[in-house]
């Protein structure tokens, strides 16, 4: 090879006819662009493969569980999640700009499009903070940590922690066994529906103050005194609880109580109720449950027998599967209550059934929970249908929507922050003036990058945030 063939291959990989950044193993400019736009894309075919496993999850979910797509998107705040597509689209627009600016020369206008996106980004990772410690305060959290304070509608709930700001539970959870040891009835003792035109149960519930000490691993709670709370707090749906302390206006008055089911709390299962009449009755009234098993409430329903034997003429109700609620005193300030305020109710059982006397009769009656009314709740619209909905309890496996929300969100979150360092490196090159008509490579595959994780959002938002 002559010394002038090789002055001009020196020419073409020293940087003399463009950048100082065209590597000496590549032809030219053209042929280290291609490779790197090659390499980009391989890149972002196996980032699609990476999110495709979640979207697999989010369709099977979906297909089998549809109830828990349509009652968790209610806790997603869509203004939010708007907020941050249109954040996200317009730092598209300003990553592709400055790939166009590095094309051409324009320093100033590509340092101002690079810091444009890497605003934007900082931006979408400040909204989304905002959206992620608004669920960990509120316990709507993914597995399970899902312990949500409020339903999607916005009323409160009966947790686990039983440390909500602003509201107390009758439950007392066991953590070594993973259930309530105490503070759950069997909706069978009590009607849970305060909208029913029907029955309503007979209950007391009170607040009571006390000290808790821990004890060999035990927590012992030692009362030192309590008070009825009498009002029945108001509900948003059917308005005001009729003749069970609710107040006929909008107007709530505090402390008020409820029964709300949540069956991340009070678990269904059996249950059997009993009446004791006579001077050696210790209670007139109980009910008894939750067991796992028919067989399990048999057992105690037949040892409650003999027990009562001695105390009154007791009368049984037999073992009956249902679901389980319990009692939430609502308080209408942000103050969590810790362990020295505990609530606790006392509720009448449905009679037993009555025997009747016509031979051609059903044998058995249904429960009679309480007085009937006259008054007949009018049809609710398909608006009331969805507000009654949102304002219960969790369907189950609600939990593994926010499992699968908190995976793609927080994947996607971290490829943000991954952009944002990415981009904060071109800006400092951008500074410097290293990118020219002949090197603009890592502008242009950074703007790839960026524009596939807006795209992901662009699905998110509406899988996740709209569709219901």
Same mark, same amino acid.
């Given at each position: ?220 709670? #030692? ?6 709370? /009498?009002?029945?707090?108001? &509900?948003? %749906?059917?308005?005001? @609880?009729? =003749? ?104 009448? #059982? ?6 009747? /006397?016509?031979?051609?009769? &059903?044998? %058995?009656?249904?429960? @009679?929970? =309480? ?98």
């Amino acid at each position: 090879m002559s010394e002038q063939a090789h002055a001009a291959h020196g020419d073409d990989h020293g940087g003399h006819h463009g950048s100082v950044f065209i590597q000496h193993h590549y032809d030219d400019a053209q042929h280290q662009f291609d490779s790197g736009k090659l390499g980009i894309w391989l890149f972002l075919a196996q980032e699609v493969l990476f999110f495709s496993a979640l979207f697999v999850a989010y369709i099977l979910y979906r297909h089998h569980h549809p109830e828990i797509y349509a009652y968790a998107h209610k806790y997603l705040d869509v203004k939010m999640g708007a907020i941050n597509t249109a954040v996200l689209i317009f730092s598209s627009l300003t990553a592709a700009w400055a790939v166009r600016a590095a094309q051409l020369r324009q320093k100033k206008l590509l340092v101002a499009c690079l810091a444009a996106t890497i605003a934007c980004a900082c931006g979408f990772l400040v909204v989304k903070y905002f959206e992620y410690t608004h669920k960990v305060h509120e316990k709507i959290l993914f597995g399970r940590y899902f312990d949500p304070c409020v339903s999607s509608g916005g009323t409160p709930l009966l947790t686990r922690s039983n440390e909500c700001p602003g509201s107390k539970s009758s439950v007392i959870w066991d953590k070594t066994t993973g259930g309530a040891s105490s503070g759950c009835f069997g909706d069978v003792a009590l009607d849970v529906d305060a909208g029913a035109p029907h029955v309503q149960a007979d209950c007391k519930v009170y607040e009571v103050q006390g000290t808790e000490t821990t004890k060999d691993g035990k927590v012992e709670f #030692t009362e030192k005194g309590r008070k009825e709370i /009498t009002a029945r707090c108001f &509900d948003p %749906v059917f308005g005001p @609880a009729g =003749g069970v302390g609710g107040s006929s206006s909008n107007a709530q008055a505090y402390p008020c109580w409820k029964t709300n089911a949540n069956p991340h709390v009070c678990k269904g299962g059996w249950f059997f109720t009993w009446h004791c009449s006579g001077p050696l009755c210790a209670k007139p009234f109980a009910g008894e449950g939750p067991y796992p098993t028919q067989a399990a409430c048999k057992e105690q329903h037949a040892a409650k027998k003999g027990a009562l034997g001695s105390q009154g003429d007791a009368v049984l109700t037999e073992c009956a599967t249902s679901g389980a609620s319990g009692f939430l005193v609502e308080y209408g300030d942000h103050t969590v209550r810790k362990g020295d305020v505990r609530i606790a109710s006392e509720c009448k #059982t449905p009679a037993p059934p009555v025997a009747s /006397t016509d031979p051609f009769a &059903d044998r %058995v009656k249904p429960l @009679a929970l =309480g007085q009937t009314t006259t008054t007949t709740a009018p049809p609710l619209t398909h608006a009331d249908q969805k507000a009654a909905m949102y304002a219960g309890p969790p369907p189950e496996h609600t939990n593994m929507f926010f499992t699968i929300y908190f995976a793609m969100t927080g994947l996607h979150g971290v490829h943000v922050l991954v952009g944002v360092f990415v981009f904060i490196w071109l800006l400092i090159r951008a500074t410097k003036g290293h990118f020219t008509p002949d090197y603009f490579g890592p502008v242009d595959f950074a703007a790839l990058y960026w524009h596939i994780v807006d795209l992901i959002w662009i699905f998110l938002f509406p899988l996740l945030y709209l569709i219901h």
